[in-house]
């Protein structure tokens, strides 16, 4: 702890900054729950986005036989060409939105291929799509705890170090001072009955 200066102006410094610490406590702990709730809806986007795929995957088994047996389904049939992102802002972080992808398909001879190769290639879009809103909710997710981790530290700081610290340094000048002020009175009183006693 650094050491106080045992002065009036250092009291004034120390009041105002007790006064800023307390005013700005409670932002950081609105601010940390808001992280908190935010950090919880992304788990539950995830929590949807994977049902979402596994129920997919589910459909998507009846079709796995056939593609080995035909010989048709290539895996560069359906290649991502883009991903369509914005930024976002949440108590004060920046975070993507998954806006979408753009996808580049193969040309395929449809009189020599099955009808069901297009259903496929629209399931696999689906598949995809799903895992790449996933992976930038995740980057929104570790972007969240990151500041979550960061304002968890500023509430404690204030709440555990500065603000004690601040009562203490205050309550530390107070006494000093008063203390300053009684032996100034004392000093006084014992060079008043001084002067007195010498003047009788």
Known sequence: MARIRLTKNELKKQK?????????????????????????????????????????NESFRTWIGVFAETGFFVADILRITSLRTSMGNIAGVPIPIFLGADFEISHYDLARTPLWLDIAVEKMKQVLLLDLETQVVEEQRKRLEHELRVTTQRVNLFEKIKIPEAKGNIKKIQVYLGDQQTAAVVRGKIAKSGLERASS
């Not at 409670?26 to 979402?52: G, H, M, V």
């Open 16 to 56: 105002d900054a007790l006064k800023m610490f307390k005013r700005y406590l409670p932002t950081l702990i609105l601010k940390k729950q808001q992280l908190q709730a935010e950090i919880r809806n992304t788990l539950l986007r995830i929590e949807e986005l994977q049902a979402q795929k596994n129920e997919l």
